[in-house]
T-cell receptor
């Protein structure tokens, strides 16, 4: 089955700096890569996703890049704010196959 | 607004007890999931269901079973709870590839 590795496990940045979280996957059949944000005491929530026919996708301060050849994808958050502090999970799946293999999570701390 | 409700936020049970975790979604989604979340291990799929009375094992089904008698309700059952099942349990449903999660049930087995 699919194996998703995520780094770093914790990340601390100053407010206004950028944050980058990286994931690798093993199964070349995976074609859908969502990112979830989990705030304290809540369930994870989708923040952005990318499919394998696209190399990059942006939504305001958040962007995701995908390198299919190297089987890695990354989450970029620019101009970080304290409300970005949360645990972030990457995942890989075959679109609509509903298996969703998750990375181990990154705890992001944005210091004011 | 999408809503997935897990009936118990916090439970404390004793070893050997039978435990029921209930999840209800109000979005008429066909697919429902149970994940286990542990620090450093991310989210691991226990079971999922793609239709009423249908279920499939995920990656860590041992010690668990599920029930889906109605489309909106998906229950996780620990037949005989053990201390290594102390964890956060997350229920989810999907639409167009997006997972909608409940707030989680934190189970402690003593």
């Amino acid at each position: 089955g699919e194996n998703v590795e995520q780094h770093p496990s914790t990340l601390s940045v100053q407010e206004g700096d950028s944050a980058v979280i990286k994931c690798t996957y093993s199964d070349s059949a995976s074609n859908y890569f969502p990112w979830y944000k989990q705030e304290l005491g809540k369930g994870p929530q989708l923040i952005i996703d990318i499919r394998s026919n696209v190399g990059e996708k942006k939504d305001q301060r958040i962007a995701v890049t995908l390198n299919k050849t190297a089987k890695h994808f990354s989450l970029h958050i620019t101009e970080t704010q304290p409300e970005d502090s949360a645990v972030y999970f990457c995942a890989a799946d075959v679109y609509n196959f509903n298996k969703f293999y998750f990375g181990s999570g990154t705890k992001l701390n944005v210091k004011p | 607004d999408v809503k997935v409700t897990q009936s118990s936020r916090y439970l404390v049970k004793r070893t050997g007890e039978k435990v029921f975790l209930e999840c209800v979604q109000d979005m008429d989604h066909e697919n429902m999931f149970w994940y286990r979340q542990d620090p450093g291990l991310g989210l691991r799929l226990i079971y999922f269901s793609y239709d009423v009375k249908m279920k499939e094992k995920g990656d860590i089904p041992e010690g668990y079973s599920v029930s889906r008698e109605k489309k909106e309700r998906f229950s996780l059952i620990l037949e005989s709870a053990s201390t290594n099942q102390t964890s956060m349990y997350l229920c989810a449903s999907t639409l167009a590839g997006e997972l909608f999660f409940g707030e989680g049930s934190r189970l402690t087995v003593l």
